[in-house]
């Protein structure tokens, strides 16, 4: 998995039927050192996150795992919300914002 | 999922067999903020997509969760045709061109 | 998929039994304007492509979808011999030489 | 599979059901030669495995062979520690610090 | 599959249970000319290779196709030991040394 904030949304009618009624996050890849990346995915929440909020997302046929994305053809999925996050004995994250 | 644009096509006429009648579509990956990239990848389409649009695609086993891509040696495919899509609190793309 | 050009052959005896009788193809990778890359990799052949051929290769466990790879250790497969390929309204390639 | 440290700890309240009592570990991707790189990875443990240890994880579809993470919506898991690790005849890293 | 030079073992006593008897080389990615790169992975052997022969490693899912990395959390596997290799006409490697 990796860390990522979500920081957008994308608005598909036109899509493979499978995919009715599944919401596509913009997803920005974050450093170990929670910093932001240039890299994002595009994923489908699982876990009803919303924008600004940090988040796991798995890829892959793992991203299939989820009951809301079973057999879909869908690569990448939020499957966690995080709470803290710490790295090097030190918070790098905290939900709420006291980083 | 990544955004892409659909930028041409490829003609293959000698293929195995389980590719007859599919559509590869040559599509260059964007960045988060609407960007072109050089990164590229032949996508086969499942939801009418056309030159010149902004759609969503998968990659992967995940790339063969579409009826039309069911067990096909496939690795990716077009999912989705983006109608807008939101990034940071602004609309990045809306289909018919007003960004 | 992505484009490559087929730039050589690798012979290997020892190997895993579900292997034997499989052709192993160095593919190098182009980039959308048929440019050669850096990166390559080897393929199995599942459309009697030889050396010199521009063709779409798959990866990762589509790779396994071809008669030939079916639940085989191979993690990229020759698929289709491209016959003319148009990015930007333009053709970038057509077999037998006129670009 | 990568060589890793596991440099941190994830906790995550809100998240698909199938992960609850996983543990996510932070994991920095550690060079052929032993030193730290800037690229990390959330796996989830699945050997006992605790901040500071030197680790062998696995991505992908791989990450759910093992019982912890059977049909888990999880990409990556750690599924060995590492005692030493030789390269071009040298010990590289051993348990305890003695490199 | 990427060519490669296996360079070193690991050896971990802890892990888990699926991994009991396999053999895990650091494997060296070379180019397509033959030098060493410093990319590398750990994969599970699985046609008795050695340290410095020149092999072919597959990732992903298609690691696990072999009889000893079936359903192993495992996610590269050599699966062949390469005789000869050639590229653009000419023998880049052979067995035994005469390049």
Chains 1, 2, 3, 4, 5 share one sequence.
Do not use: H
């Not at 919401?23 to 929670?34: A, C, Y």
């Not at 009951?67 to 803290?84: E, G, L, N, Q, S």
């Amino acid at each position: 998995m990796l860390i990522g904030k979500v920081v957008g949304t994308i608005v598909a009618t036109q899509k493979d039927e499978k995919l009715d009624g599944l919401r596509f996050m913009v997803v920005r890849q974050m450093t170990v050192d929670g910093k932001d990346t240039n890299s994002y995915v595009v994923a489908v929440d699982a876990v009803g996150s919303g924008v600004g909020e940090t988040v796991l997302y798995a890829t892959g046929s793992s991203a299939r795992q989820t009951t809301v994305t079973d057999k879909r053809p869908c690569d990448a999925v939020i499957m966690a919300i995080v709470d803290t996050w710490e790295v090097d004995g030190e918070v790098r994250y905290q939900k709420d914002g006291e980083s």
